[in-house]
T-cell receptor, first 115, second 112 residues
Framework: DAGVTQSPTHLIKTRGQQVTLRCSPKSGHDTVSWYQQALGQGPQFIFQYYEEEERQRGNFPDRFSGHQFPNYSSELNVNALLLGDSALYLC??????????????FGAGTRLSVL | GNSVTQMEGPVTLSEEAFLTINCTYTATGYPSLFWYVQYPGEGLQLLLKATKADDKGSNKGFEATYRKETTSFHLEKGSVQVSDSAVYFCALSKNTGNQFYFGTGTSLTVIP
């Protein structure tokens, strides 16, 4: 049973560019959350998708957007990249509303470097 | 609001030493509490959890007890190993399907 998979593993972009990160949830999971983890910090919640809609959003600007597909996979898009967007981006999946205690399972992340 | 505060690191211990990593939280109501571990170059892995007051989560020799009176969820292990070297994150979740709030993490290095 594959866990949460993310692609790519590493990415280098320049300021002002746009980037798309991808996530496939653990088998059977229907909810995907995205987190930004800056160096030496804990993950910060960006947003969560359930049933192809954004259900919750953290304190991130509109440059950060996402999408969830019918197969529950998800994309995170970041426009107009800033140097401060350099971080490890983590995807987590869970069983959402039907899952009882909300245990989130994390992928290995995408390391984004903005130059 | 909701938040988690962890003890500052890094922590360096000798093999077989006793480990305590302090975690306190702020939340309304009754959150679920978690400890996640992150090994170098990897994502976060769930270590243990507790969903109500006085619950004790345990896994791989690690334990943490949900203390509502002190709003704490301290992580302990009686005898650490070199393989326990990692970054440990305390986290809370308010409700099913809700976002997680993480502490800043505590880096642990165990030396032989």
């Amino acid at each position: 049973d594959a866990g949460v998979t993310q692609s790519p593993t590493h990415l280098i972009k320049t300021r002002g560019q746009q980037v798309t990160l991808r996530c496939s949830p653990k088998s059977g999971h229907d909810t995907v959350s995205w987190y930004q983890q800056a160096l030496g910090q804990g993950p910060q919640f960006i947003f969560q998708y359930y049933e192809e809609e954004e259900r919750q959003r953290g304190n991130f600007p509109d440059r950060f957007s996402g999408h969830q597909f019918p197969n529950y996979s998800s994309e995170l898009n970041v426009n107009a990249l800033l140097l401060g967007d350099s971080a490890l981006y983590l995807c987590a999946s869970s069983l959402g509303l039907a899952g009882g205690v909300d245990i989130q399972y994390f992928g290995a992340g995408t390391r984004l470097s903005v130059l | 609001g909701n938040s988690v505060t962890q003890m500052e690191g890094p922590v360096t211990l000798s093999e077989e030493a006793f480990l305590t990593i302090n975690c306190t939280y702020t939340a309304t109501g009754y959150p679920s509490l978690f400890w996640y571990v992150q090994y170098p170059g990897e994502g976060l892995q769930l270590l243990l959890k507790a969903t109500k007051a006085d619950d004790k989560g345990s896994n791989k020799g690690f334990e943490a007890t949900y203390r509502k009176e002190t709003t704490s969820f301290h992580l302990e292990k009686g005898s650490v190993q070199v393989s326990d070297s990692a970054v440990y994150f305390c986290a809370l979740s308010k409700n099913t399907g809700n976002q997680f709030y993480f502490g800043t993490g505590t880096s642990l290095t165990v030396i032989p």
